[in-house]
């Protein structure tokens, strides 16, 4: 039983940061890649950032490079984003994502298992 458990999450103005976890557990052992993904109001998911978990390859969207990293705690198997210089345009859902079966590392649903989600909001 895969199960992912994001944290983190809240409101901040504009300019701020903000860092999400999100603690894997079960099977962690096939884990191929973990990251990231947002899912704004009335829009569809996006892809966020990724880690593929052996080596430590990051990966990020465009509208995201530069002002988020992604980062892993191999040990405890947990993964982290740390979001600085947040834009009102990056509200939204985020849910952490965890890849077991070799697919686009950027692609979204390229992925098997997902969290609850965790909201992130920035006021301008």
């Known amino acids: 039983q895969v199960e992912l458990v994001e944290s983190g999450g809240g409101l901040v103005q504009a300019g701020g940061s903000l860092k999400l976890s999100c603690a894997a557990s079960?099977?962690?052992?096939?884990?191929?890649?973990i990251g990231w993904l947002l899912q704004a109001l009335g829009k569809e998911r996006e892809f966020v950032s990724a880690?593929?978990?052996?080596?430590?390859?990051?990966y990020y969207a465009d509208s995201v490079k530069g002002r988020f990293t992604i980062s892993r705690d191999n040990a405890e198997f947990t993964m982290f984003l740390q979001m600085d210089s947040l834009k009102p345009e990056d509200t939204a859902v985020y849910y952490c994502?965890?890849?077991?079966?070799?697919?686009?590392?950027?692609?979204?649903?390229?992925?098997?298992?997902w969290g609850q989600g965790t909201q992130v909001t920035v006021s301008s």
């Open positions: 994502e965890e890849q077991k079966i070799t697919g686009w590392i950027n692609r979204w649903d390229e992925y098997q298992y």
């Open positions: 079960g099977r962690t052992f096939s884990t191929i890649a």
């Open positions: 880690v593929i978990w052996s080596v430590g390859h990051t």
